[in-house]
Each structure stands twice: as structure tokens, then as C-alpha cells.
């Protein structure tokens, strides 16, 4: 029930403007994880970006660089699925100079992956392949766990992701052998780790594209049946659609 899970969201957004908690670690937490997370998974970009531009002001007269850098990243996000690519662009460029800047190797490669996003929709693939790159190769050369503020997602998780899209990218340009080897490599590290599930669903969802690419039609039916439970244990619209 969608509509009544964004009005009780609503509301505690309203709390948290009222009594102005969004500098408390465990509202940061609660805003970024289940409030935005929400809006951005109906598809309500209009309240997601009241929400991003009333906080990044809020933190851009705290000073406060990190969380600056978070919201500047969700602005380009939220601009990309409007499909306004130029002004995600744009966002995404300050997030990668803010990451530079900062000297936080974790957000530099985020930014890259990013970036890579919008190659991938304007069909830019090449650019897309070496931002993608840039990010794996960042990550790689880590030794740390990234965005300790806000999430706990290892880098070996973020290698993970990174290696599906490189995948994805490659199905994109029917280079069907080299996306299939990111794609099962990246399924079979998910096996192994603690990851994302909506993630594991979309590696799921490019390898029965690949495989229906490549004709096999019963390895094509195995991971979008898997891919399609996946989508419906977290009602992930899209990805449902995808999946049939």
C-alpha cells in the first residue's frame, strides 16, 4: 500500500522539520534508507527532490563536505530518472570534483558509477565502459569499508555492483562473452556475500537477457524465473516488468 506508506513518510518528515533532528546520525540514516528510498521507488521525484534541496541546504550551511557530497549525488540521481541527463551531468561532475577534493577514494569511485549511468542512457557506451573502469579500479586498490555515515556496504559489495554493470554494459554492445563472464561473476560473488537485493535481481534480470541473446532459452527461463521472485519479494515494479 504504496500511498499509505508515503503518507505516514510524509509525516515523519514533518517531525524531523520540526524539531531538527536531520544532524542526528540515526535520522540521516532513517531519511536515507527507508523515506528516500521509498520516493524514489514509487517514482515520486517531485517530493524526493523537496526533501534533497531543503537538506543540501541544511548541510551546505552546516559546512558539513560529506553530506553535501551525499545530497549533491542524489540531486544528480534524481535528475537522471526524470531523464534531464544535462542537469544530472552536472550534479554528478560536482559530487566527483567534491569526492576529489575530499581525497575519499569511496565517494570518487560512487561518482564514477554515476557518471557511467548517464553514458549508459544516452547510449555513450565507450565513456560509459571507462567510467565503469575507473570505478572497479578505485575500488580494487581500497582497503576500507566506504560510506560509514550512512551505509554498511563493503567494498567488496561495490565491486560486486560495479562488476554487474560492467556486464550490463557489454549486453548493451552484443559483446554477449565478455557480459556473460561479469554477469556470473558477479551472481556468484553475490552467493557469497551479504548484497543488495535489488541488485542481485538485476544481475539476475542481464544474465537471462544475455543467455536470450545467445539462444539458450532454458538458461534465459532459469534466471528470469529467479530474477522475477526476486522482484516480487521486493516489489520492485520495474523490475517485475523486465522479469515477464
Not at 514533518?14 to 528510498?37: E, K, M, P, T
Not at 569526492?99 to 548517464?118: R, V
Not at 565513456?127 to 563493503?154: C, E
Not at 537485493?197 to 534465459?220: F, R
Request: proline letters at 1%.
Amino acid at each position: 500500500d504504496y500511498r499509505t506508506a508515503s503518507s505516514y513518510l510524509k509525516t515523519a518528515v514533518g517531525i524531523i522539520d520540526s524539531n531538527h533532528l536531520d544532524f542526528d546520525c540515526r535520522v540521516q540514516q532513517i531519511l536515507h534508507f527507508y523515506i528516500l528510498s521509498h520516493f524514489f521507488l514509487v517514482g515520486d521525484f517531485s517530493n524526493a527532490m523537496q526533501m534533497d534541496t531543503k537538506r543540501l541546504a541544511l548541510f551546505e550551511q552546516a559546512k558539513d563536505t560529506f553530506m553535501i557530497a551525499h545530497y549533491t549525488s542524489l540531486t544528480g540521481f534524481i535528475f537522471l530518472r526524470q531523464g534531464r541527463f544535462a542537469d544530472s551531468k552536472k550534479y554528478y561532475q560536482q559530487y566527483l570534483q567534491m569526492a576529489k577534493e575530499m581525497n575519499d577514494s569511496a565517494y570518487q569511485a560512487d561518482a564514477y558509477n554515476c557518471l557511467a549511468d548517464i553514458f549508459v542512457e544516452k547510449k555513450d557506451y565507450d565513456s560509459a565502459l571507462y567510467f565503469r573502469f575507473s570505478a572497479m579500479g578505485i575500488y580494487k586498490t581500497m582497503r576500507f569499508n566506504p560510506h560509514h555515515r550512512l551505509q554498511d556496504v563493503s567494498t567488496t559489495e561495490r565491486k560486486i555492483y560495479t562488476t554487474s554493470k560492467i556486464g550490463h554494459v557489454y549486453l548493451l554492445i552484443h559483446e554477449y562473452k565478455k557480459a556473460l563472464a561479469y554477469t556470473i561473476a558477479a551472481i556468484d560473488s553475490s552467493r557469497t556475500h551479504s548484497c543488495n537485493p535489488y541488485d542481485i535481481a538485476a544481475e539476475y534480470l542481464t544474465a537471462g537477457a544475455i543467455y536470450t541473446s545467445l539462444i539458450d532459452y532454458d538458461k534465459a527461463l532459469k534466471y528470469l524465473d529467479t530474477a522475477l521472485r526476486m522482484s516480487e519479494d521486493i516489489s520492485h515494479s520495474e523490475d517485475i516488468r523486465d522479469a515477464y
